[in-house]
Each structure stands twice: as C-alpha cells, then as structure tokens.
C-alpha cells in the first residue's frame, strides 16, 4: 500500500490548486482501506478530486484518496463495484453489456464512492434509481454496516452517508436490459450536453459551485444575479455558465472562496436565496479563509474539514 509523505496534491485535483498534504493513502482493497479508516479515524476521504478545493497552506492531517480501488462484477443486471472507480468507465463497461441505468455517469468524472455518498444525478437519472445495497465503514461505531437502497435516506444531492459520518467502500445497483443502440445514444446525447454547457477539465475546474436550491436552478439565480461578472486573482466564473469557476492558471484557494462568497452574496442579495456549496474544502485555513467557510458552509448538514 502507497503511503506518500509530505505529497503535493496539487497535480490530482481538478481545480489544480493546493498544497502539500501531510500524509496521502492509496489503499488497493476493501480490507485495506478499512484497516486505514481504523487507524486514521479523523482522516479525509476521497476519490478522484473532482469537487474538493485544496488550502494553498496545505493539510496537516491524513487524505486517503481511492483511486486504486477500482474494481467491479456484472453478473446479470447486477453490478458491483469498489469506491473508487471512476463513472465514466463502469457507465461504459455496463452500456456494453446492455445494461441502462447509469448512461449519466459517463458525462462527469466523479467516482462511484462520491456518487453514493451524495446521490449523483443528470439528465433524469440518478444513483437512487438502481442503488440496491452497499457497504459502508461507519466512523462513529467503528464497524462494517450494509445499507440498502430504503436505508439510504437519498435526496437531491444527499444521502444517509453525511448524516451519519459512513464512508462508502462497495455499491451494487441493479440495471436494466435495454439495446446497446439505444443505451450508446443517451450516452452521446449526456457528453453533448456536458460538452456544451460545462467547462472542459482543461480548463481547471471543480465542477458545479453550488448545489441547485429544491425547485429552482443555482446556474439560473448565478446569471440573473450577474455572477458571470465576478473575478478575484487568478480565478473568474465562467463566461458561459455562471454555476462554474475557473482556475486561470495562477489562482490560490483564498481566490477561489473570495469568488464563491461573492456568487452567494449576489443570489442572496437579488434572490432572498442561500446557496450551498457543492465544492468541498479540505486544508488549513488561513484567516481570511476561515471567515468566508464560516459563511459558506454554515447551512450544511455536514461541515467541512
């Protein structure tokens, strides 16, 4: 197993922004991954990096990230895959088997454990939809659970496992045979739209910003609030969704957050209307960014660490 000291994590987020991390962990099974949560209780669990904003100061603490933890069965309309397995290649590896049900995973490369974790969803699907049961490290009793889709307690972009503080090792989801034509269609027609209407990985991003209030659209109250126009350093949101932010190159986290409070200030100012965050932050905080999470992430179930 992979223990790196001192990592620069920069490189494996997608905003590309961060510094180093005291201690990383790549654990390579279940078991293992469980004999690491025993022995770093209170470390910070992720997959590929896609909606976590690194400190610039770095962290002084344990990361476990899950990207090595990648593999999956399909017996059947069964599949059952390990936490860290990217979306796009399961959505790829049951779409040829005919199996539907998780074409939107292909549109965002998030991992399965992260899908879980906060019930992903696009374009009229979701993980809730074909979810049946998982495994789970329970951090609070130190234990092993199984949950099954009606334990899962999923909403819109929540589950069971930010209530309760359970890590996702395994998830099984139970699919349905459909023709591979017409499976590979929803597919093309789910990269068009990311394709269109969210920024490329090549310009550094950490995807949607704030999670859509129940019945209305965060992009939506972002561009009637004028957000589109908002810069700070090295970071503007982007021209052509305002739920986005991009890294231009030379962007720090203080930038990044400076922005994000100024996109939730212009909803709440226009709208009466609180954004919550669907980036997670993970670091030391220097002053200035220790005041604006206090105002960010005040409205989550889960606080970030």
Known sequence: MLVEENFDVKKLTSFKIGGNVARVIFPESTDEFINVL?????????????????????????????TKMVNFEIEGTRVSAECGLKGPKLSQAVAAKGLSGLEF?????GSIGGEVFMNAGAHGQSVKDTFVEGQFYDRAANSVITLTNAEMDFSYRTSVCQKRDLVVLKASFDLTNK???????????NLEFRHTHQPSLALP?????FRN??????????????AKNIKHGGAHVWE???NFIINDGTATSTDILEIMLKMQD????NFGVILNPEVR???????????ICKILYQNLIKTQK
Not at 40 to 56: H, I, K, R, W
Not at 105 to 109: G, K, L, Q
Not at 266 to 269: D, H, I, L, R, Y
């Open 38 to 66: 025993k022995e770093y209780p209170d470390a910070f669990v992720c997959g590929n990096m896609t909606n976590t904003l690194v400190s610039g100061d770095g962290y002084d603490g344990t990361l476990i990230l899950t």
């Open 105 to 109: 995973m292909v549109a965002f490369p």
């Open 179 to 189: 023709s591979s034509e017409e499976i590979t269609a929803k597919m093309q027609e």
């Open 205 to 209: 991003n950490c995807g949607s910003v």
């Open 213 to 226: 209030p129940e019945g209305n659209s965060a992009g939506r109250l972002l561009e009637q609030s004028g």
């Open 240 to 242: 052509n969704h305002a």
């Open 266 to 269: 212009a909803v709440k100012k």
């Open 281 to 291: 932050y993970l670091g030391n905080k220097n002053k200035r960014e220790e005041e």
